[in-house]
């Protein structure tokens, strides 16, 4: 099946920096990719729509200025975590669209940010 | 799905049982809907999906139930195995958005 990944797997930052998350789709083109946040023990919620082209849609609640996406290719969506404070840590999923179902989603393999 | 961000809920089974995760979802306009399986430190990982025009499909060992008139899905694992230790996720869509809601997750626990 097609393959999305993610880069890096794992980051360890100090509060205030910003920290740049890479989603890619090695065998597919995606104009749309997904990015959810999952805290421990809990779901995966969806912060924001990127879209290639054009800016990103964000789910309400989430600060815009804060996690600033831009989908510069059809394989590339990135992911930055501006000014990231320990409240910050989480595991960061992304995901993009089966191409030929539209409706089947694959998912990266996630990376873990901790901000310390 | 619905997710309140509480701490997951437990199912645990013997191993070579079956076994039944329920989630619950709200959106009346959601028309497919996914079950995933998280392993630890992972992204989900696809495992079967049903569409609202259906009430029940059958994979390998796993199957899932819809009832649209409750707004409930299930996902049944026949003869399961330690491999299938894992937290399990619903999600549902409504075609056209691409946009998944996930509920609250189940931890599968089989024990030996």
């Known amino acids: 099946g097609a393959v999305v990944s993610q880069h890096p797997s794992w980051v360890i930052c100090k509060s205030g920096t910003s920290v740049k998350i890479e989603c890619r789709s090695l065998?597919?083109?995606?104009?749309?990719m997904f990015w959810y946040r999952q805290f421990p023990k809990q779901s995966l919620m969806l912060m924001a729509t990127?879209?290639?082209?054009?800016?990103?849609?964000?789910e309400q609640g989430v600060e815009k200025d804060k996690f600033l996406i831009n989908h510069a290719s059809l394989t590339l969506s990135t992911l930055t975590v501006t000014s990231a404070h320990p409240e910050d840590s989480s595991f960061y999923i992304c995901s993009a669209p089966d191409p030929l179902t539209r409706n089947e989603q694959f998912f990266g393999p996630g990376t873990r940010l901790t901000v310390l | 799905g619905e997710s309140v961000g509480l701490h997951l809920p437990t199912l645990s089974v013997q191993e070579g049982d079956n076994s039944i995760i329920n989630c619950a979802y709200s959106n009346s306009a959601s028309d497919y809907f996914i079950w995933y399986k998280q392993e630890s430190g992972k992204g989900p990982q696809f495992i079967i999906d049903?569409?609202?025009?259906?009430d029940k499909r059958q994979g390998q060992r796993v199957t899932v139930l819809l009832n649209k008139t409750v707004k409930h899905l299930s996902l049944q694992i026949a003869a399961t195995q330690p491999g299938d230790s894992a937290v399990y996720f619903c999600a549902d869509s409504t075609s056209g958005t691409y946009k998944y809601i996930f509920g609250t997750g189940t931890r599968l626990k089989v024990l030996a």
């Open positions: 049903i569409r609202s025009n259906m």
């Open positions: 065998d597919f083109q995606a104009t749309t």
């Open positions: 990127s879209n290639e082209g054009s800016k990103a849609t964000y």
